[in-house]
C-alpha cells in the first residue's frame, strides 16, 4: 500500500509539471480509491489542470453488471475544469434501456450530504453515459439534500449527449444547480438524453421517491438547452424545477430550449408518476429576464404538468401533448391545469396561427392564466377538459377581447367580437365536456365587430378573438340547429289578463335530424314559465327562450316583449311647479300611461275636471289626480299631487355703497350687492312715491330718501325693508386762521406752517403745497423746514365734486443774536506754526478767524473751529461764530510764547483700567510740527512719531513693552531747545 501511494504521488508531480497537456485517464477498476480508479482519475485530472481538455475513458475488464459498477463509500473529488467523462467508452452492454456503460452507486452514509458528481466553479465540462444512483435506500432524513450531479457556479456544462445520455436515480434531486449557493449563476447548461428518477427498466420508480423533489435549477444565464431534436429529449419522472432570480438591471438574462422530454411519466409514456410536480419555471422576483421555448414534450405531473410565472421574457409554449401521449392512446387524468401561467408580464404565445404548432391537452383544465399581461393562445386542441370556465383568473390586459356567437344556420356561424380582431372557430370534443378540440377554420371581424363564416357545420362550434397578441375567453358552445323566428306569433293579452301566447318558432337540427330539444321559458325576472316551444297563457311581459340540444350547446333567443292594452302610469319625468303669486301658474308634466288614449286631471278639493291632457298646466292651489283610460275599459289612477301657493320671497340683508350728492347737482347713487340669485329685477322709488330708477345700481339721485321693490324669478314683487339716504355734500373750505406759523430763523429753512383745518367735501382730502415759482413741495396737510415766503395750499377732496379749495400762507425771516464763543489758551515755547481752537465747537455752526476787532474780511473759516496760525509775541487773532445769517460777536485769543506751555509727565500705567492709559504731553497740539521719540535703556527706539495726536499707549508693533524705565527725546521745532528725560512703564 506505502508503494503505490508513493507511485501515485510521483504520477501527480509529473502531471503537475506537465500540466499543459491534454491526457486521457483511462478507469480500470472498479474499487472506490486507489490506482485505477475513477477517484484516481479525477484527482490526476484536475491535477493536469485546465489548459487543455482532458477525458476519462473506462476499460473496466469485468463486463458483467456488477464488474461495471463502482461502488462509492464516500464523496469523490470534484470534478475539474476542461474534462470529459465519458461512460460510453466502456465495453459492454447499456444498463436497461439507458445509454448508460458504468454505475456509480454512491454508499456514503446518509448522514451527510454527498453527490455522485460535484462541480463547482468550474467550465467546460461533460459527464456522459454514466448510471448515477444513490444506493443508500434508508433515506429518511431530507435536511441533506443528496444530488446525483451538482453544479454550482460553473459555465459550460454538458449532461449527456445523443446516445450517450445518463440516468440518475435515488437522489433527492437527480441533477441541480446552485442549490446551497442561490447567490451564484451557472451560465450556458445542455441536459440532452438523461433519464432521472426512474430505474433502468424505465418503469420502477426510486424506492427514495416520496423524497425525490426531480431535477432542481437554481439561478441560470445564458444559452439553457434541455432535450432537444426526439433523439436528444430527456425524461424527468418526478418533475423539472427552474427558479431563477434575474430581475435586476445588471442580472444576466438566460434563453431556454425545453424541447422533446417527458416529464412526470415513465419512459412507455402510459403513466403519471405520482407526487409528480411537471415542469415548473419561474423567477422568484416579479419580471425575472428569461426567454423561454417549451415545445414537443410529453407533460403531466399531480402538481400540474406546465406551469410558468414571473417574467417579461417572451415564453413560446407549442406542440406539447400534456395529459395524454403523443400517440393519442394513453390517458394522463391530471387534477390541475395542464397549462398554468401566473404573474407574467412578457409576451406569451401558447400555439402558434400555424395548426402544427397547437398544443393537445385533454383530461384536465386546459389552460389558466392570472394576473398576465398579453397571451395568445391559437389553434390548439382541448378536449375531456375539467373544469373548462374561465380561462382567465385575472388579467392585466384591460379591455380583453370579447368573442360570441349570436347567428348559426346549417350553412353558416356568425357573433360579434372586438372590431378587426382574428376569430378562430373550433369543433367541440365528443367526451360531452364541450370543449374546444378541434381548429377548422378563421375570419376576421369588420369595423362593426361582426363576423361571419360560411360552410356547413357538422358539430357544436365554440369561438375565440385576439387582437394585438391577446385572446379572448373561448365562447360558450352553439347549439347545431337553426332557430328560425321569422314568422313568429305573439298574441298580445288582454287588460291586466293572462292569455296572451308566443308560438311559431321554428327549431331544426343540421347535424341530426332525430335531435330531441329541450325548452325552457323564462321572465324578465328569469323566473321559468314554460317548457315547451310554444309559450301560451302568459301575462304582459318580456320572455327569452332557451334550446338545449342533446349534445353541446345552447341558443338562447332575443327577448321576447308582450304588450297588453293595460295602462301603466310611469312618473318617471314627472315636474311639479307651484302656483306663483300673479295668479294660477301651477302646473304637473312629465306623466306618461302607454296605452293610454284618454286623460282628466281631477281636482280633489271640488272633484272638478281641471284639464283633459296628459299635462295639467295654469292651474291654482289645489290637490290633484290624474286618471287615464282607453277604449278596452283599462284605467289607471297616479297618486295625488298638491299645489301651492308660491310663499313671498324673503330677502337678507344685502350690502349697499350710497354716493353722496354734490352741492346743488343731482349726481348721487346707490348700489345693492346681493350675495345670492333671488333678486331677478329692482324698482326705485323716493320719498314721494314717484319713481327714482330700475336696477341694482341706480345713479342720478338728487338728495333725499329712496326705496327699493325687489321681483324674484317667479314674478314676485317685494318691498325690501331698508330705506336708503342720499345726503348733499358741503363745500370744500379752508378755515381761516386756523393755521399755525413759525417764521425762519437766520435763515435756516425753520419756517413752517401747522394745523390748518379743513370741512366740507368728502373726506379723505388731498394737499398739495407750491411756492411762488408754482414748485409741488410737499402733499402733507403741513409745511416745514421752508425759509421766508409766499406759499399755496390746495385741498382736493374724495368725493369727485370737482371742487378745489386753495389759500396763500406767508413765512417771514427773523435773525436772533447768537453766543460768542470760547478760544482755548494757546502756549507755546517759541513763535511759529501753531494751532489755535474753539473750546466745545457746536455741530451745525461755522467758526471765522480775524486779525482784529473790526476787520471786515475774515482770514479763515472752519467748522470744526481750529486754525493754523503763525504766533509771534506782537500777533492778536478773534474767532466768531457764524449760524446762517447770523454772526456773534468775535471772541480775542490769549497766545503766550513760554517754555513752560509744555507739561511732560514721567510715568503712565497702561494695565487697560481707563486711567492713565496714556503718556499725554499737555499742549503738545500746540507744536504740530514737534518730533517725540522713545528709547530703551539700550537705545532702541520704541517710538516715533510727528506731531503727537495719537499719544503712546506703551506697545511697540503691538505688543506691550514690559515694565521699565525709557527715555525720551521732543524736538518742539525751530526756536525751541530739545527736551529730553525719563518715562517709567508701571503695569
Known amino acids: 500500500m506505502t508503494g503505490r501511494r508513493v507511485l501515485l504521488f510521483i504520477t501527480i508531480f509529473l502531471f503537475i509539471s506537465f500540466k499543459s497537456f491534454s491526457a486521457v485517464f483511462t478507469v480500470t477498476s472498479n474499487a472506490d480509491s486507489g490506482p485505477g480508479t475513477l477517484r484516481e482519475a479525477l484527482t490526476l485530472a484536475a491535477a493536469n489542470g485546465s489548459a487543455t481538455k482532458d477525458y476519462i475513458y473506462f476499460n473496466l475488464p469485468d463486463l458483467s453488471e456488477a464488474g461495471r459498477t463502482i461502488t462509492m463509500l464516500t464523496q469523490l473529488p470534484d470534478v475539474s475544469s476542461n474534462l470529459i467523462i465519458d461512460g460510453s467508452t466502456q465495453p459492454g452492454d447499456k444498463f436497461g434501456i439507458s445509454d448508460a456503460k458504468v454505475a456509480l452507486f454512491q454508499t456514503a452514509d446518509y448522514t451527510q450530504e454527498v453527490s455522485g458528481l460535484f462541480i463547482h466553479d468550474q467550465t467546460d465540462v461533460a459527464v456522459l453515459g454514466l448510471y448515477i444512483k444513490c444506493a443508500t435506500y434508508t433515506i429518511t432524513q431530507t435536511n441533506y439534500f443528496w444530488q446525483g450531479i451538482n453544479i454550482e457556479n460553473s459555465k459550460n456544462i454538458q449532461i449527456g449527449q445523443a446516445g450517450k445520455g445518463n440516468i440518475i436515480v435515488g437522489f433527492y434531486f437527480p441533477i441541480a444547480t446552485n442549490f446551497d449557493h442561490k447567490s451564484q449563476t451557472c451560465e450556458n447548461i445542455s441536459l440532452k438524453d438523461n433519464i432521472c428518477d426512474i430505474e433502468i427498466d424505465g418503469i420502477t420508480t426510486s424506492p427514495n421517491l416520496q423524497y425525490n423533489q426531480g431535477a432542481y435549477f437554481f439561478f441560470l444565464a445564458g444559452q439553457i438547452d434541455i432535450g432537444g431534436t426526439t433523439g436528444e429529449g430527456n425524461l424527468f419522472a418526478n418533475g423539472l424545477t427552474i427558479y431563477q432570480w434575474n430581475s435586476y438591471d445588471d442580472s444576466p438574462p438566460a434563453n431556454f430550449l425545453i424541447r422533446n422530454n417527458k416529464v412526470g411519466v415513465n419512459y412507455l409514456v402510459n403513466d403519471i408518476i405520482p407526487s409528480c410536480i411537471g415542469l415548473n419555471i419561474g423567477s422568484g422576483s416579479p419580471a425575472g429576464k428569461n426567454t423561454i421555448t417549451i415545445a414537443d414534450n410529453e407533460l403531466a405531473g399531480f402538481q400540474g404538468p406546465l406551469f410558468a410565472s414571473n417574467c417579461i421574457g417572451k415564453l413560446t409554449i407549442l406542440r406539447n401533448y400534456i395529459g395524454i401521449d403523443k400517440t393519442l392512446t394513453h390517458k394522463l387524468n391530471i387534477p390541475g391545469a395542464g397549462i398554468a401561467v401566473f404573474y407574467y408580464q412578457g409576451d406569451v404565445q401558447i400555439g402558434t396561427t400555424d395548426p402544427k404548432d397547437a398544443n393537445v391537452v385533454g383530461y384536465c383544465k386546459p389552460l389558466q392564466l392570472t394576473e398576465t399581461l398579453k397571451v395568445s393562445f391559437n389553434k390548439n386542441s382541448f378536449f375531456c377538459a375539467k373544469d373548462f370556465y374561465p380561462i382567465y383568473s385575472y388579467s392585466l390586459y384591460s379591455p380583453l377581447p370579447q368573442a360570441s356567437i349570436t347567428n348559426v344556420t346549417n350553412n353558416s356561424i356568425g357573433g360579434t367580437a372586438t372590431p378587426h380582431s382574428s376569430i378562430e372557430l373550433f369543433y367541440a370534443d365528443d367526451c360531452g365536456t364541450c370543449s374546444p378540440k378541434t381548429y377548422f377554420a378563421s375570419t376576421i371581424a369588420d369595423n362593426n365587430g361582426k363576423w361571419v363564416y360560411n360552410t356547413h357545420l357538422t358539430g357544436s362550434v365554440l369561438a375565440t378573438a385576439t387582437i394585438n397578441g391577446t385572446t379572448s375567453e373561448y365562447t360558450q358552445p352553439s347549439l347545431s340547429a337553426n332557430v328560425d323566428d321569422s314568422q313568429i306569433n305573439k298574441h298580445t293579452p288582454d287588460c291586466n289578463g293572462s292569455n296572451g301566447s308566443i308560438t311559431n318558432i321554428r327549431v331544426t337540427s343540421f347535424t341530426q335530424p332525430t335531435d330531441i330539444y329541450t325548452y325552457t321559458w323564462t321572465n324578465s325576472q328569469n323566473q321559468v314559465v314554460g317548457h315547451n316551444l310554444d309559450l301560451n297563457e302568459v301575462p304582459e311581459e318580456t320572455y327569452t327562450l332557451k334550446i338545449t340540444g342533446p349534445g353541446c350547446g345552447t341558443i338562447t333567443t332575443a327577448p321576447i316583449t308582450l304588450k297588453s292594452k293595460t295602462i ?56 290633484y289626480q290624474l286618471i287615464a283610460s282607453n277604449d278596452f275599459s283599462c284605467s289607471e289612477k297616479s297618486p295625488e299631487y298638491t299645489i301651492d301657493a308660491t310663499p313671498a320671497t324673503v330677502y337678507p340683508n344685502y350690502n349697499t355703497n350710497i354716493n353722496n350728492s354734490c352741492t346743488g347737482e343731482n349726481n348721487g347713487s346707490i348700489t345693492v350687492i346681493p350675495t345670492d340669485n333671488l333678486v331677478k329685477t329692482a324698482r326705485w322709488i323716493d320719498a314721494e312715491g314717484q319713481p327714482a330708477g330700475t336696477g341694482l345700481n341706480v345713479p342720478n339721485l338728487k338728495p333725499g330718501t329712496y326705496k327699493v321693490y325687489f321681483t324674484d324669478a317667479s314674478g314676485c314683487e317685494t318691498l325690501y325693508p331698508h330705506d336708503f339716504t342720499v345726503n348733499e355734500i358741503d363745500p370744500l373750505q379752508i378755515v381761516a386762521n386756523s393755521e399755525t406759523r413759525t417764521d425762519d430763523q437766520c435763515g435756516l429753512n425753520t419756517g413752517g406752517i401747522k394745523n390748518i383745518q379743513v370741512k366740507g367735501g368728502t373726506q379723505p382730502y388731498t394737499y398739495l403745497w407750491l411756492n411762488v415759482a408754482g414748485e409741488h413741495l410737499v402733499t402733507s396737510q403741513d409745511l416745514t423746514d421752508v425759509g421766508a415766503g409766499d406759499y399755496t395750499l390746495q385741498v382736493q377732496d374724495a368725493g369727485g365734486c370737482g371742487v378745489m379749495a386753495s389759500r396763500i400762507y406767508t413765512v417771514l425771516n427773523e435773525n436772533s443774536s447768537i453766543d460768542a464763543p470760547v478760544i482755548a489758551p494757546l502756549q507755546l515755547c517759541a513763535p511759529g506754526e501753531a494751532l489755535l481752537s474753539v473750546s466745545s465747537p457746536s455741530a451745525g455752526n461755522t467758526y471765522r478767524l480775524y486779525d482784529s476787532q473790526t476787520s471786515t474780511q475774515y482770514q479763515d473759516e472752519q467748522t470744526n473751529g481750529i486754525f493754523k496760525i503763525k504766533a509771534n509775541p506782537n500777533s492778536t487773532y478773534y474767532i466768531s461764530k457764524v449760524s446762517g445769517q447770523c454772526e456773534s460777536e468775535r471772541t480775542q485769543a490769549q497766545i503766550t510764547i513760554s517754555l513752560s506751555a509744555i507739561d511732560i509727565p514721567n510715568a503712565f500705567t497702561p494695565n487697560g483700567d481707563g486711567k492713565n492709559d496714556y503718556w499725554k504731553i499737555n499742549n503738545a497740539q500746540n507744536y504740530p510740527q514737534a518730533i517725540v521719540q522713545i528709547f530703551t535703556r539700550y537705545g532702541q527706539k520704541v517710538f516715533e512719531s510727528k506731531g503727537y495726536s495719537v499719544p503712546f499707549d506703551g506697545t511697540y508693533n503691538g505688543t506691550k513693552l514690559p515694565s521699565g524705565v525709557y527715555y525720551y527725546i521732543l524736538n518742539l521745532g525751530k526756536s525751541c531747545n530739545l527736551l529730553s528725560g525719563s518715562l517709567s512703564i508701571i503695569r
Open 568 to 623: 301603466t302610469i310611469d312618473l318617471t319625468n314627472i315636474h311639479k311647479s307651484n302656483a306663483g303669486c300673479n295668479g294660477p301658474t301651477g302646473s304637473i308634466t312629465g306623466i306618461t300611461a302607454p296605452n293610454a288614449t284618454h286623460y282628466q286631471w281631477i281636482n280633489k278639493i271640488n272633484n272638478q275636471i281641471a284639464s283633459n291632457s296628459s299635462d295639467l298646466r295654469d292651474v291654482g292651489p289645489g290637490t
